[in-house]
């Protein structure tokens, strides 16, 4: 088992940025894929960024690459999203997801989750 805790949501103004953090713990955390969703009002779920056990390998969806970066540190068996040049669209609760296995960007691939913390770019 595996439980998450993501932080660092809140409102910021359109080319903020934000840092959003993902504590996991449980047993051999650092074992796991980590993931980066969002989901929107009256939008589906949908997967922004992941990052391999050992942090060699990240994938972005082609809306946040060049400004979100995904980072981890298994010492401290956390997860990061730097959100940087933040636009309205961003707006949406973003879930921390982990998962046994390679790193992929489909959400039922992810066995974890978070709780979300909102994040609110205003224009």
């Known amino acids: 088992q595996v439980q998450l805790v993501e932080s660092g949501g809140g409102l910021v103004q359109a080319g903020g940025s934000l840092r959003l953090s993902c504590a996991a713990s449980g047993r051999t955390s650092t074992d796991y894929a980590m993931g980066w969703f969002r989901q929107a009002p009256g939008k589906e779920r949908e997967f922004v960024a992941a990052i391999s056990r050992g942090g060699g390998i990240t994938m972005y969806t082609p809306s946040v690459k060049g400004r979100f970066t995904i980072s981890r540190d298994n010492a401290k068996t956390t997860a990061y999203l730097q959100m940087n040049s933040l636009k309205p669209e961003d707006t949406a609760v973003y879930y921390c997801?982990?998962?046994?296995?390679?790193?992929?960007?489909?959400?039922?691939?992810?066995?974890?989750w978070g709780q979300g913390t909102q994040v609110t770019v205003s224009s």
């Open positions: 997801a982990a998962r046994r296995g390679a790193v992929t960007g489909m959400a039922n691939e992810y066995g974890y």
